[in-house]
């Protein structure tokens, strides 16, 4: 007793005293569950540090200079800076943040879907890999510098739907359409390949499907017993969605469907999945989308498939950044988390229905907390200072920190602008529901 008590006093006054703006976030500890949502101007990066040490990283994305509209107004900047690639800072952000910092691994890998602002993008700047000949970009780049022991994505090992990625006949179309986004597309999963096959064989990386209503294909890798409240469950993927049953799926689009010349797009087909630690939810679904555009069919919208089995959460990422084809009413209202955090990079990010209806009272009641990881001038001329008073924190790297075996929770802003991601702002201790 004589030795615990003091030990306790300065964990006490250690969060009561270090927390503020300028401070350094505190080390993550045993216990805690940290979800990084990191700016980094060209895309989603997520990495997470669960309970265990088990750590993961959900996309990292990096969209090209050499694209006008990426270097545009309309876009964020590069942060901290260009002196690094978007790779390269996600390593040092992770490196900065991990238990086991520059010694840092990355348990698990996923890639919600196959676009730039997910998983990178190869173009004539794009560094060489030193395990292999390929080129690295986003995932890839990250994977170079922080071994990767599972990845997960939505088409491993055949990639096969809803068309078949591999084969001759659709690289030919894709490079045929003369559109840079597809032919980049095209480059970029080629290569992707490659990182997989070459690091599977030099560093042992293990790729594997995602598994749509699994909640044993993610879990705790070093002290699982100690935490049995923990469970990830993939709630969709590649069209298929959990049924809320075991670990059973269903098929979101029709067969009929498949079988004509509509097929779903690639972000419908995103990874998406629940973290769950004791009375804490976490949902994050990659670039899903909930309302249907013109003439589309109810199965386009992905969020009122899986909102039922989702069900109400503590926290939630905007789906496709928050773009005008989501957060559908239905789905807000089903979810309606406390906290909302948008990954930013573009003007229509987030857009100006999307904002009404991730504030709205009359969607569902309560108070509740914006964060955005950026936020464009052009927003604020279009918005207006609705945006200041509705959200916390418009700028900058946001960190869900879980304490107490899940009890509650807090949010830190960390600056984007300088290497050091110094606390900018902190919210909480916020009650888990
Ligand atoms: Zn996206």
């Known amino acids: 007793m004589k030795f615990i008590f003091p030990f306790f006093l300065i964990l006490i006054s250690y969060y009561l005293f270090s927390q503020n703006p300028g401070d350094d976030l505190p080390p993550w500890n045993p216990g805690m569950m940290d979800l990084h949502h990191i700016q980094t101007g060209r895309g989603d990066a997520a990495f997470y540090v669960f309970p265990d ?61 196959f676009h730039d602002d997910h998983m990178g993008e190869i173009d004539h700047t794009s560094k060489k890999s030193k395990w292999g000949e390929y080129y690295i970009t986003g995932i890839t780049e990250v994977g ?87 469970e990830i469950r993939n709630i969709c993927g590649n069209g298929l969605a959990w049924t809320g049953w ?63 089995v989702i069900g109400p959460v503590d926290v939630a990422t905007l789906n496709h950044h928050g773009n005008r084809d989501s957060q559908s009413p239905f789905y807000v209202r089903t979810l309606r988390p406390k906290v909302w955090i948008g990954q930013t990079w573009s003007s229509d990010h987030p857009g100006d229905d999307v904002m009404r209806r991730i504030a709205s009272k009359e969607l569902y009641p309560g108070d509740r907390y914006l964060f955005s990881t950026a936020m464009l001038e052009a927003n604020h001329l279009v918005i207006g200072d609705r945006i200041d008073r509705i959200y916390e924190s418009t700028h900058g790297h946001v960190v869900v920190r879980v304490l107490n075996g899940g009890e509650e929770y807090m949010v830190f802003v960390l600056d984007e602008c300088s290497p050091e991601r110094k606390i900018k702002k902190v919210i909480g201790p916020i009650k888990s529901r």
Do not use: C
């Open 53 to 113: 040490g088990t750590t993961m990283i959900v996309d990292a994305g990096d969209m090209s200079e050499t694209h006008p509209r990426i270097t545009s107004p309309r876009n964020t900047p590069p942060v901290p800076d260009a002196s690094k690639t978007t790779g390269e800072w996600i390593v040092d952000y992770i490196r900065q943040f991990h238990p086991k910092g520059k010694d840092a691994v990355l348990d698990y890998a996923m890639i919600t879907h």
């Open 144 to 230: 170079e510098h922080i071994p990767i022991r599972k990845l997960i994505d939505r088409g491993y090992p055949d990639y096969d739907f809803p068309h078949d990625m591999k084969s001759q006949e659709y690289r030919s179309a894709m490079l045929a359409r003369k559109d840079h986004y597809d032919s980049t597309t095209t480059f970029t999963l080629e290569q992707y390949w490659k990182f997989i096959s070459s690091q599977a064989e030099k560093r042992g990386l293990v790729g594997e499907q995602f598994k749509a209503g699994s909640n044993t294909q993610i879990k705790l890798l070093y002290k699982e017993p100690d935490y049995p409240s923990f």
């Open 246 to 308: 075991g670990e059973e799926s269903i098929a979101m689009v029709p067969q009929d469907i498949l079988a004509g010349t509509q097929v779903p797009g690639e972000n419908s087909l995103s990874n998406a999945i629940k973290i769950t630690y004791g009375n804490f939810n976490y949902f994050t679904g990659g670039d899903i989308a909930g309302n249907n555009g013109l003439g589309e069919g109810d199965w386009q919208s992905v969020e009122s498939q899986v909102a039922p």
